[in-house]
């Protein structure tokens, strides 16, 4: 690793190490964050991928029963550097309780050890792990949702893309000359994934777009992410500036056929009125209506990016409460449509 790496790698293993001391004091609100009911791991390049299950009450009996649960696949945020699939317990708690699926959170490879595209790489390869195990995981491949949080919001919408370019056998290598191609792992099974629904909150979706420019755009600059965050993230995900209009990256830069094709009917926004990704956000939802597609964008006022992250064990959690209820009222909606 290049010093200017190792000095990114330095400063991501600080980070880390105080998120997971901020996230402690996050759950603590009453109710306070379910633990996973258990993980899954599976191998990708030199590292893993863990998966973190939450399971509804009626998990165990159902799965004895032959009766399969619905699923959300889940990213987590941080930049693509920090954070950990345990950070989005208490929205995974919303959705066992409201919605009564089962929430798989993902512990992709983190930058910069793992730059782009290993996030992608292995939120295809989770979709293919589920899919290969859903027999014996009690899950519904017919009936799965994706949801990401910053980071994990692109996630949300860059998986689905890449995984419908190895399904029409698109070349790999044009955009993910840096990981391993998971083409190979395309199966049977992976065509039977039906992803209905989308639920991204506050994503990031144009890298080629410069922060200078986007805290100039912002309504309250001094409310946006610091340089010293965003340039740790943007250095670490992606030192390669010709990588930052690949479509798997940048969502925005893809096509109307793999949008249209790529990503389900209905997708679901969730914006910060403060944070500097709202205008690019906002563009982005209606060019998927010009393409037909059922989105809701909604812009959370006078909040900033990851406002439902706070660290404050004292918080009033009722506004970020209201926002998942409806986000769950929306999936069980379309669950139970199938």
């Known amino acids: 690793m290049a010093s200017s790496r190792l ?16 996230m402690i004091f996050h ?22 991928v863990v998966l973190r299950f939450y399971c509804p009450a009626e998990y165990q009996r159902y799965r004895k029963e032959g009766r399969r649960l619905p699923v959300l696949v889940n990213f987590h945020g941080g930049g693509f550097t920090l954070g ?17 699926a089962v929430v798989v959170s993902v512990g992709y490879r983190r930058a910069p050890e793992h730059p782009f595209p290993a996030a992608v790489e292995d939120g295809v390869q989770t979709l293919q792990y589920l899919a290969a195990h859903a027999g014996e995981l009690g899950l519904d491949i017919s009936r799965i949702a994706l949801s990401g949080f910053s980071a994990g919001g692109n996630l949300a919408v860059t998986v689905p893309l890449r995984l419908r370019d190895l399904l029409v056998q698109a070349s790999p290598e044009r955009w993910l000359s840096r990981a391993e191609s998971t083409s190979q792992l ?6 039977d994934l039906h ?3 989308i639920f991204s909150w506050y994503p990031i979706l144009d890298f080629d777009e410069s922060r200078e420019h986007r805290r100039a755009m912002s309504i309250m600059p001094d409310k946006t992410l610091p340089p010293f965050f965003t340039n740790l993230f943007d250095q670490s995900y992606l030192p390669n500036a010709e990588e930052r209009r690949s479509p798997f990256a940048s969502p ?37 209506l010009d393409l037909k597609k059922h989105v809701r964008g909604m812009m959370i006022e006078k909040v900033c990016h990851a406002w439902d992250k706070s660290p404050n064990p004292f918080r009033d959690t009722t506004d970020v409460d209201n926002h998942y209820r409806d986000a769950c009222a929306s999936m069980k909606a379309i669950f139970g449509e199938l």
């Not at 759950?27 to 893993?48: D, L, N, Y």
């Not at 395309?186 to 065509?191: F, G, L, Q, V, Y």
């Not at 679901?268 to 982005?284: A, H, I, K, P, T």
Request: proline share 8%.
């Open 252 to 288: 925005v830069y893809a096509t109307d056929e793999a949008l249209r094709q790529g990503l389900p009917h209905d997708i679901f926004f969730y914006f910060c009125e403060w944070d500097m990704l709202l205008n690019e956000g906002q563009l982005f939802v209606r060019r998927l």
């Open 195 to 197: 992803i209905v629904a």
């Open 84 to 100: 950990a699939p345990t950070d989005d317990a208490r929205w995974a708690q919303a959705v066992l309780t409201q919605v009564g």
């Open 27 to 48: 759950h603590i609100p009453p109710p306070r964050s379910p633990s996973p009911t258990f993980s899954r791991s599976f191998p990708s390049g030199s590292s893993k």
């Open 7 to 22: 000095w990114l790698y330095v400063q991501a293993i600080f980070w880390r190490f105080l998120m997971r001391l901020g």
């Open 186 to 191: 395309i199966t049977a099974s992976a065509i």
